[in-house]
């Protein structure tokens, strides 16, 4: 079985929870099928072909740089018997390839454009196109994975013309091996982190979608003796930036132990703060399932994180607080936040437990060697004629 895994993001270049996905199942897959990952940047390796927007097109809108990488794309896996597409970046590359050589395509749903609207902030009327290839590629795709149940739902809703039988469930997994408790005091002292004091971690994007301004505002509640350690870079827009770089600003202001590492951290830096962080916080407006609390699960950590999409099926309540999102009421949100924050932290034998019980359920129901087998069998399927068109 000839697989061509399609994705903006490939290692090194990884800035999101899509990126890890296929990273580590082209890593599984490969043990069960002939792969070939196509994924943005340049140079060649093996298994790997890494493809550029057209020079010709510099300076243009990001949603037609894009295509212009899609059709490289959809050039190349000629030789696939089925592709698979991940995110709007490459879902356009895999419904080209699906009519020009008769393949089935297969998409795993990260996210969804309808639910994302301050995209347009970033793309401008490019936000249109993303938005079509996303609903041509999904409505006319042999099979669907969402990452959660919730983020089925949300498919079907977004998305009424799709046959609810060819949307599948294959939550995201976790390299429990990789992402396990690493205590590295040095770690801590290389970003100016207190190793005496506890701390509130945060890894993301600066977006809307992963809420670290609410953060920020919720951190004023913090007992003056925890820190907050903000791993947040590739902010999406201007605006965004200046109303974190505003916050931070202020927040530093007014307290001690308020630390930004704006750069790109290698993995294991990565999991050595997460290992000695006192709780994860992932207070995401939007989040089909959010890898990044499986990590911290698997660092041993406690999470608390907003109760929206696929959050919950992630981080249960022997694992972490959930704190309920309503657009409407942020400032009870942010409140709720930080409470459930404090809480946490002060109560060191409840997070323990709850750290624990997150390092036991990311081991047993998250491995990504259980992910990539059930993604194989959806293949078979899809190429016996097994699920709906």
Same mark, same amino acid.
């Given at each position: 079985? !000839? ?6 993001? =490939?290692? #090194? ?5 899509a ?11 490969r043990a ?5 990952v ?12 890494r493809? +550029?927007?057209?020079?010709? %097109? ?5 949603? %037609? ?15 696939? *018997?089925?592709?698979? &597409?991940?995110?709007w970046?490459?879902?356009l590359?895999?419904?080209l390839? !699906?009519? @020009? ?12 454009e309808p639910?994302?609207?301050? !995209?347009?902030?970033? $793309? ?8 079509? +290839?996303?609903r041509t590629?999904?409505?006319?795709a042999?099979?669907?994975?969402a990452?959660s ?10 998305? #009424?013309?799709? *046959? ?6 294959i ?12 205590p590295s005091? *040095?770690?801590?002292?290389r970003?100016? /982190?207190d ?8 890894v ?6 992963k809420?670290?301004?609410? @953060? ?9 003796? /925890?820190q907050?350690v903000l791993?947040?870079g +590739?902010p ?9 770089r505003?916050?931070?600003?202020? @927040? ?12 790109? $951290? ?11 962080a006192?709780?994860?916080?992932? #207070?995401?407006? =939007?989040?089909p399932l959010?890898i ?9 950590t406690?999470?608390v +994180? &907003?109760?929206?999409?696929? /959050? ?6 022997d694992?972490?607080? $959930?704190? #309920?999102?309503?657009? !409407? *009421?942020?400032?009870?949100?942010? =409140?709720?936040l ?6 946490l932290v002060?109560?060191?034998g $409840? ?25 194989a069998? %959806? ?5 016996n004629g097994r699920?709906?068109?």
């Amino acid at each position: 079985m !000839k697989v061509g895994l399609l994705s903006r993001e =490939y290692p #090194p270049d990884v800035y999101g929870g899509a990126g890890v996905h296929v990273e580590f199942l082209a890593r599984e897959l490969r043990a069960l099928a002939d792969v070939r990952v196509h994924c943005w940047g340049e140079g060649r390796e093996a298994g790997v072909t890494r493809h +550029a927007a057209w020079p010709e %097109l510099a300076g243009a809108n990001d949603a %037609l740089r894009t295509f212009s990488v899609d059709l490289s794309m959809a050039a190349a896996v000629a030789d696939r *018997d089925l592709v698979h &597409s991940h995110t709007w970046y490459a879902n356009l590359a895999g419904h080209l390839a !699906k009519l @020009l050589y008769g393949i089935p395509h297969v998409i795993t749903s990260h996210s969804l454009e309808p639910l994302r609207p301050w !995209k347009a902030e970033q $793309l401008g009327g490019g936000y249109a196109l993303s938005c079509w +290839a996303e609903r041509t590629a999904i409505e006319t795709a042999d099979a669907v994975i969402a990452v959660s149940h919730g983020m089925r739902t949300d498919i079907l809703e977004s998305y #009424p013309a799709i *046959d609810p039988d060819r949307v599948h469930v294959i939550h995201n997994g976790i390299d429990t091996g990789l992402y396990r408790p690493r205590p590295s005091p *040095d770690a801590l002292l290389r970003h100016g /982190i207190d190793p005496g004091r506890p701390y509130v971690l945060f890894v993301g994007r600066i977006t809307r979608q992963k809420g670290v301004p609410h @953060l920020l505002r919720a951190a004023r509640q913090l007992d003056p003796d /925890i820190q907050l350690v903000l791993c947040a870079g +590739a902010p999406d827009t201007p605006e965004i930036d200046r109303e974190f770089r505003a916050l931070f600003e202020e @927040l530093s202001g007014t307290r001690s132990g308020v630390h930004w590492i704006p750069e790109m $951290l290698p993995r294991p830096e990565v999991i050595h703060l997460l290992t000695h962080a006192a709780v994860f916080a992932c #207070p995401s407006v =939007y989040e089909p399932l959010g890898i990044v609390n499986l990590e911290a699960m698997a660092c041993a950590t406690p999470v608390v +994180a &907003s109760k929206v999409g696929g /959050i919950p099926e992630v981080v249960t309540e022997d694992t972490g607080l $959930l704190v #309920p999102y309503d657009e !409407k *009421d942020t400032d009870g949100f942010e =409140y709720a936040l930080g409470f459930a924050l404090n809480g946490l932290v002060r109560d060191t034998g $409840l997070a323990a437990r709850m750290g624990a019980a997150g390092r036991q359920r990311a081991v047993g129901a998250f491995g990504w060697d259980a992910v990539a087998r059930r993604t194989a069998e %959806l293949y078979e399927a899809v190429l016996n004629g097994r699920t709906r068109q």
